[in-house]
T-cell receptor
């Protein structure tokens, strides 16, 4: 039982490049989330998917897009990376939206030069 | 105003000490509350939920004060393995908001 997995673990991009962060969970959870964590800012919600087929903006959605590919997978895309998007990105899942424990993946450390 | 505020610390305490963290929240309609633990360069993991009546899990006690809008975490008999950052999490109804975390180092 792997829980929540994320790829890649590390990535360096140049300004303007695009990339997709992948996330998958094997717990049959309905809800999935993307957060970013910056020093002194805590975790901030970028986008979430309360259930398969739905996605909604969180606190800091600008510059990102998401796709809930199926119940297991939720990807985050940076279309044109900016240095301000240098951060650690965590994917999380929970059984239901805003209910109970969130399980986090190991994170992706992204640097945009 | 931030939804959730925590004292970042750091708290440096000797083994065996008792330490308490507070976390204040701004939305009085907040419905659920949690403490998560995050080790250095790792993902957050749930430590415990916080219930209205207060709850205890071994050496850890969490309390909620709705009147003053804060939650607390008490750690008794601190162990070296308790060294981590503790994040409070609040749900005001639309999403989870995380505090910036309080850093704890337990010293031998």
């Amino acid at each position: 039982n792997a829980g929540v997995t994320q790829t890649p673990k590390f990535q360096v991009l140049k300004t303007g490049q695009s990339m997709t962060l992948q996330c998958a969970q094997d717990m049959n959870h309905n809800s999935m989330y993307w957060y970013r964590q910056d020093p002194g800012m805590g975790l901030r919600l970028i986008y979430y998917s309360a259930s398969e087929g739905t996605t909604d903006k969180g606190e800091v959605p600008n510059g990102y897009n998401v796709s809930r590919l199926n119940k297991r997978e939720f990807s985050l895309r940076l279309e044109s990376a900016a240095p301000s998007q240098t951060s650690v990105y965590f994917c999380a899942s929970s059984e239901a939206h805003l209910f109970g424990e969130q399980f986090f993946g190991p994170g992706t450390r992204l640097t945009v030069l | 105003r931030k939804e959730v505020e925590q004292d970042p610390g750091p708290f440096n305490v000797p083994e065996g000490a008792t330490v308490a963290f507070n976390c204040t929240y701004s939305n009085s309609a907040s419905q659920s509350f949690f403490w998560y633990r995050q080790d250095c360069r790792k993902e957050p993991k749930l430590l415990m939920s916080v219930y209205s009546s207060g709850n205890e899990d071994g050496r850890f006690t969490a309390q909620l004060n709705r009147a003053s809008q804060y939650i607390s975490l008490l750690i008794r008999d601190s162990k070296l393995s308790d060294s981590a950052t503790y994040l409070c999490v609040v749900n005001p109804g639309n999403q989870f908001y995380f505090g910036t975390g309080t850093s704890l180092t337990v010293i031998p």
